[in-house]
């Protein structure tokens, strides 16, 4: 199967709901986004990388046999969660993604990507439920494999490049050491957003994360 056709949703020839029966999914798999290998280890394209280490940290893992990326299944918030980095290269993250999906046989919804944002500010953390892709390779790869864009999506901001600089060269490089501490803080607030998010919904993780700390 192509990754281009969009996946088949088993509720599109439903009866109609009243959109207070209309069930949301809830988290079951968090997909970190970056580009492979030693070259892009540590620059800010690999913060979602980054977040899924930190939510690592200290938990009991399990890893799964699964081509195209790294799979591992935790314990967050009480729940058995299934983490994803894929393998292959930031434009070639929704094949794997797509793939988990359908051996799960959950819907895109209950999956929450994670990814830089350098149009956010240093620090700054935003999640959504849908929405555009934003000029993220990544997202974008997610999207057109999965044929929509509702899926959610927790950006974490990297800061912007310098004046006249090119984004693209801005988020393959390292943070600056002055940005080593703030970045810590943001990976521990994603850390606590995505626990949120699994054990109390994605709204309520939108609500007490999204606004930029002081």
């Known amino acids: 199967m192509s990754d281009r056709t969009p ?42 990388f980054e977040a899924v280490a930190a939510l690592l940290d200290g938990r009991t893992s399990r890893r799964c046999a699964f081509a195209g990326g790294t799979l591992l299944e935790a314990g967050i918030a009480g729940r058995e ?23 799960r ?21 935003r999640t959504r439920r849908r929405g555009s892709d934003g000029g993220h390779n990544g997202l974008a790869s997610v999207f057109r494999s999965l044929g929509t864009i509702e899926v959610p999506r927790m950006r974490l901001g990297v800061g912007a490049p ?21 970045v810590a803080a943001l990976l521990a607030r994603a850390v606590e957003a995505i626990e949120t998010a699994v054990g109390q919904g994605l709204e309520t ?6 606004r930029t700390p002081a």
Do not use: W
Not at 109 to 114: N, P, Q, S, T, W
């Open 81 to 103: 969660v299934a983490l994803l980095c894929p393998t292959g290269f930031m434009n070639r993250s929704g094949g794997p993604l797509r793939r988990l999906l359908e051996i």
């Open 205 to 210: 993780a939108m609500n007490r994360f999204n």
């Open 7 to 48: 996946m088949r949703n088993p509720e599109m020839h439903a009866p109609e709901k009243h959109a207070s029966e209309v069930r949301i999914p809830e988290i079951r798999i968090i997909v970190g986004l970056g580009n492979p290998g030693a070259r892009y280890a540590g620059t800010r394209h690999n913060i979602g």
């Open 162 to 182: 310098p004046q006249g600089g090119d984004p693209a060269d801005h988020v393959l490089s390292p943070f600056e050491p002055s940005e080593v501490q703030p």
């Open 105 to 125: 046989r959950v819907p895109p919804g209950a999956a929450l990507v994670v990814c830089d944002d350098y149009a956010l500010p240093l620090g700054a953390l």
